[in-house]
């Protein structure tokens, strides 16, 4: 089983940012485009960004000119930047493997806990 091994999450206060790392196998993070979702309770989950293996990158509107998504091929890992955030984004994030760029893969990781307090 592909495991994607995410990290970054925690507390931070509106405003504030923090990065969240995910690393993927080399065989798999060399050939797949990768993403970000969230899922706050009682929600679905929702994309939030995602980057092919060339460094396309594409946003879901909420998120545009506060969030960057990056991707070091040296490291198989992609980071997800995360400024000036508001309550609102509160949610657990979750790494995605595979797809393309406008559609996501079936590799999912375990999710890292973002709370942001006003």
């Known amino acids: 089983q592909v495991q994607l091994v995410e990290s970054g999450g925690g507390l931070v206060q509106a405003g504030g940012s923090l990065r969240l790392s995910c690393r993927a196998p080399?065989?798999?993070?060399?050939?797949?485009?990768m993403g970000w979702y969230r899922q706050a309770p009682g929600k679905e989950r929702e994309l939030v960004a995602r980057?092919?293996?060339?460094?396309?990158?594409m946003y879901v509107d909420s998120v545009k000119g506060r969030f960057t998504i990056s991707r070091d091929n040296g490291k198989n890992t992609v980071y997800l930047q995360l400024n000036n955030l508001k309550p609102e984004d509160t949610a657990v994030y979750y790494c995605n493997a595979g797809g393309s760029l406008w559609s996501r893969g079936a590799i999912w990781g375990q999710g890292t806990q973002v709370t942001v307090s006003s």
């Open positions: 080399e065989n798999i993070f060399r050939v797949v485009a």
């Open positions: 980057i092919t293996t060339d460094g396309r990158t």
